[in-house]
Nanobody, 120 residues
């Protein structure tokens, strides 16, 4: 069955960095666009970034542009999100999702998420 397992979250100070990973299994990873979405406490899901099946077509939400970098390794069936210059407002549960690379869809398949907390 389809599995997406995120890792790499944690507690970091403002201005710090984290690298999230998402291990995919149960489907042909290299055939799908992927994305990262997040949910801050008390708020709805927010699309963060997306990438097409071959690693191109990269797009970012304005709120993370210039600070976050999405990438993928199709040989390892893994999606990444490198986050720099983290802000308190980046605090959220981060999910990787299989689906269209831009925006949110009810057809997205998400993992269980990894918590990122930015706090001094």
């Amino acid at each position: 069955q389809v599995q997406l397992v995120e890792s790499g979250g944690g507690l970091v100070q403002p201005g710090g960095s984290l690298r999230l990973s998402c291990a995919a299994s149960g489907f042909t990873f290299r055939s799908y666009s992927m994305k990262w979405v997040r949910q801050a406490p008390g708020k709805g899901l927010e699309w963060v970034s997306g990438i097409d099946s071959s690693g191109g077509g990269i797009v970012y939400a304005d709120s993370v542009k210039g600070r976050f970098t999405i990438s993928r390794d199709n040989a390892k069936n893994t999606l990444y999100l490198q986050m720099h210059s983290l802000k308190v407002e980046d605090t959220a549960v981060y999910y990787c999702a299989r689906g269209g690379r831009i925006g949110l869809s009810s057809n997205d398949y998400r993992g269980q998420g990894t918590q990122v907390t930015v706090s001094s």
